[in-house]
């Protein structure tokens, strides 16, 4: 395992005190954790399953692996999703982090991942010992090719959303040199821009049929409220998906049972998650046009749970500035240095904390 940096939420901790000291308390739009209570029917579906003495399937239910399936068919269009190629997973931070060590890699191998991007990517090559490549252009890369290369569209930290012809282009390059792209979609339902709506890997428009070489990391905890529950799943290549079981059978990585039922009620059901949609659409309104009212200027956006935005002045300034307003928001920097100037405002406080967030902008 190489060194893993610090983490960077730690360096927040003096300006979240700042924050805090506002007569009207923080508002914090720091981090995406979702707020509002996690829908009935997954909360009922858990109680049902509380009785658990034995051990869970590792595998997932049938059951759990036809839902994911399904809703993959019926929200994505990936009309060949194949449940024996469902894995639900602890977590897909727990699945980022060890992604490359499951898969085999180490010292000598390498992880691609955007020049923004969430820091686990880096962190789980660490873990494998692999090296590491930040970069926007595979073609930049020359001869030097990754085992494992991550797209992560919508973005996390900017909202942006990749094409369905920029990842087409990613897939064949992986396959002409014997790579595994992992896709991140954990923001694939909340997209907001009518002419770049997101797209997973595996549509046929993307993939061209075939799921060889793809795996999509999606999760419950935005779509659903249940990043308390440690819910999600990964998929694709079927061969994958079953060297990935095998090592996770071994080391006894396993989403409890009752979580199990709570996920399949969660995937049957769309309802909730038009409502919560309509509840982000109401508070990213209000806070974009806060923050462009405040001068800023917001880039990217079109998709996922926050606003990337900017001054055009260093992060920690823009920071420090909205900590005095007692508004904690994340520096654009901890996502890599392409993000010096920009910060990520979540949309995912309450409706009464975005009240006070624009009223003090």
């Not at 890997?201 to 793809?214: A, F, M, N, R, T």
């Not at 009752?258 to 508070?283: G, I, L």
């Not at 405002?345 to 902008?361: K, S, Y």
């Amino acid at each position: 395992m190489l060194p893993l940096p610090d983490f960077p939420w730690d360096r927040l901790a003096p300006y979240k005190k700042r924050a805090a000291a506002h007569p009207d308390g923080i508002v914090d739009l720091s981090v995406g954790t979702p707020v509002d209570p996690t829908p009935e029917p997954v909360r009922e579906a858990l109680r049902a399953a509380a009785d658990a003495p034995g051990y869970p399937q590792t595998y997932g239910t049938p059951e759990l692996r036809e839902s994911v399936a399904g809703w993959m068919r019926r929200r994505l269009g990936v009309a060949d999703a194949n449940p024996d190629a469902v894995l639900p997973v602890v977590g897909t931070k727990e699945l980022v982090a060890w992604l490359p060590t499951l898969l085999g890699l180490g010292p000598g191998d390498k992880v691609a991942f955007p020049e923004l991007a969430y820091p686990t990517y880096d962190v789980g090559a660490r873990l494998a010992g692999a090296g590491s490549v930040a970069t926007d252009s595979l073609l930049a890369l020359g001869p030097e090719t990754p085992k494992l290369v991550w797209v992560n569209s919508p973005s996390n930290p900017t909202g942006k959303v990749l094409p369905v012809d920029h990842l087409r282009k990613v897939v064949a390059w992986a396959r002409e040199r014997g790579a595994v792209v992992a896709s991140d979609e954990c923001y694939v339902e909340f997209g907001w821009d009518e002419a770049k709506q997101p797209v997973s890997i595996l549509h046929p428009d993307v993939c061209e049929g075939s799921h060889k070489g793809l795996l999509v990391v999606n999760s419950l905890s935005k779509r659903s409220n249940l990043a308390g529950y440690r819910a999600g799943f990964v998929s694709g290549d079927l061969d994958l998906v079953r060297r990935l079981l095998e090592v996770r059978k071994h080391a006894g990585m396993i989403v409890p049972a009752p979580v199990q039922a709570a996920m399949r009620a969660a995937f049957d059901d769309d309802e909730h998650v038009r409502e919560q949609y309509a509840r982000y659409a109401r508070r990213r309104t209000a806070l974009r046009a806060a923050f462009e009212g405040h001068g800023f200027r917001i880039d990217h956006s079109e998709a996922s749970l926050y606003l990337w935005a900017t001054r055009d002045e260093s992060c920690w300034d823009t920071v420090d500035h909205l900590a005095g307003l007692g508004v904690l928001v994340g520096p654009g920097d901890f996502y890599g240095p392409a993000g010096g100037k920009h910060i990520r405002v979540a949309f995912t406080a309450t409706d009464e904390r975005v009240e006070a967030a624009t009223a003090r902008l």
